[in-house]
């Protein structure tokens, strides 16, 4: 299994900078991806970024050129670089990863993870 923990949310004024934090700990295999989701009040939950394994990139299109992902994979923590924040980024945002565990069985399988979420609010 494998165990994230988020870090790093709190209040922020509009166009202020963020930065999130996600440790991940336990026992895998292999890790192909991790990612940041959120949702805010009444909406449904999103993917925000995106980092593979190979270092590759994705987000989502209401964050790009705002947000940035990374990774240390030795310390096995993805980051979430959020700057120029808007009242609509607020929201509780989560860690998750898709990873190769190995079973009781000793067969391999696939699988996503989540933290518990760290709440990020954007106002004045």
């Known amino acids: 299994q494998v165990q994230l923990v988020e870090s790093g949310g709190g209040l922020v004024q509009p166009g202020g900078s963020l930065r999130l934090s996600c440790a991940a700990s336990g026992s895998w295999i292999s890790i192909n991806s991790m990612g940041w989701y959120r949702q805010g009040p009444g909406k449904q939950r999103e993917l925000v970024a995106q980092?593979?394994?190979?270092?590759?990139?994705n987000y989502a299109d209401s964050v790009k050129g705002r947000f940035t992902i990374s990774r240390d994979n030795a310390e096995n923590t993805v980051y979430l670089q959020m700057t120029s924040l808007t009242p609509e980024d607020t929201a509780v945002y989560y860690c998750?990863?898709?990873?190769?565990?190995?079973?009781?069985?000793?067969?391999?399988?696939?699988?996503?993870?989540w933290g518990q979420g760290t709440q990020v609010t954007v106002s004045s």
């Open positions: 998750s990863t898709s990873a190769i565990t190995e079973t009781k069985l000793g067969t391999f399988q696939s699988g996503d993870f």
């Open positions: 980092i593979t394994r190979g270092g590759t990139t």
